[in-house]
């Protein structure tokens, strides 16, 4: 059995193409529209997997998850984390003024995501790196004690 971004990924996969053959219930555009939410449900469950195998407690807040990513699986898979959680959070709001999204372009969008799995896959059994010193956790290379002017060590 496939996990479960995987198996949301191949779903959405057959919105956009049914099989040949199969009932067309639904408008090409609702499709997309659908496709895209399951996209972004396997993109956020890759990222809340990726996160409990790194550090559990960055599970709790979805904004914390984006930002730290850049630390931990690199600035590129960072990057692309957030345009294409973006892109497919702006496609999921219904808005009555906007044309429904191409299928194409959601196509594009689940190619991106199959990428992402594999890299976040990849990246939670590596060891992972941890922060560089004095980056995120607020202040510089010193210690606290070196900052409030003791020494530290012996």
Known sequence: MKALPERLVADA?????PPAGAAQGLAPGLRARAAAVLLRMALEHALDTYWRQVTPRM??????RMLCLEWYAGRDTA?????TWAALSAVCHYRTYELPPAPAEIRIRLEEVTALLAVLNA????????????????????????????PTGA
Do not use: I, Y
């Open 13 to 17: 996969d057959r919105l956009l193409l």
């Open 59 to 64: 599970t709790r807040v979805g904004k914390h």
């Open 123 to 150: 990246g939670s059994t590596a060891a992972p790196a941890g922060p560089p010193r004095g980056s995120v956790t607020g202040g510089s290379a010193l210690s606290r004690g070196e900052r409030r002017g003791r």
């Open 79 to 83: 990057r692309r984390c957030r345009t």
